[in-house]
């Protein structure tokens, strides 16, 4: 996917969404503002295979959310949020645990998800969001143990190798619940993103073909009420 299209998908789609949505089903005006937190497990997909097991991260940062309607008894609206969040990768060889690698990732991403749930508008409510994320590389770090020069069959080019596309955007998805009360709305969720984009160059000439994140996280968020 080109990112012309890509970003050319996420603007039409906030376009015509919510004001296709207002045209049907039983309205509302909830906008709703907080603050959210949690952590993650992450990984990289490369192209040639890297071996590793999931590097935990930490992710943070604010929520906005505008329920628009009730159709059918499904709660429709979208969220965006503003992120700090860490990802990378952390290799492991069970064949050789003296060698040790881990680069971490610092990024600001911003996902732009549909939210649609389901049960009481004051209660307890399941909820899905899904929707494009972008996101903006910050900086990096990593830590190396071992004597790698001893295991030439090893891919470790990605090593030495600094980022060079820092613009990152994929697909995220993610369900959990809520409970919306007069103190302010929990959520309690778990959610993917799988990145579209590497942050490697990968044309021919280049030894990666592929170097995209995968990432879990668990969250919890609280938001407020500004309109109703």
Known sequence: MKLNTFLATIL??????????????????????????????????????????????????????????????????????VNF??????????????????RKMTYVEIPFMAHLA???ERGVQGFFHAGPQIGFFLGDSHT????????????VEQHEKAVENKFDYGITAGAGLEIRTK??????????????????????????????HGVISAKITYLFDITR
């Open 12 to 81: 039409l789609s906030f376009l015509f969404a919510l004001p296709g949505l207002a045209q049907v089903g039983e309205q509302r005006h909830n906008f709703a503002m907080g603050i959210n937190g949690g952590i993650n497990l992450n990984s990289v997909s490369f192209s040639p295979t890297v071996r590793q097991s999931n590097l935990m991260g930490i992710n943070g940062g604010f929520s906005a959310r505008y329920i628009s309607e009730i159709y059918f008894k499904m709660i429709c609206g979208a969220q965006i949020e």
């Open 118 to 120: 389901f049960g009481k």
């Open 183 to 212: 103190a302010g709305n929990f959520m309690v969720e778990g959610r993917y993103y799988y990145a579209l984009s590497d942050f490697y160059q990968s044309s021919k000439k280049d030894y990666f073909s592929r170097s995209a």
């Open 144 to 155: 190396q143990s071992g004597d790698w020069e001893n295991y030439p069959n090893l891919v």
């Open 85 to 102: 969040s860490q990802h990378g990768w952390k290799e492991f060889y069970e064949d050789y645990p003296e060698l040790q690698y881990t």
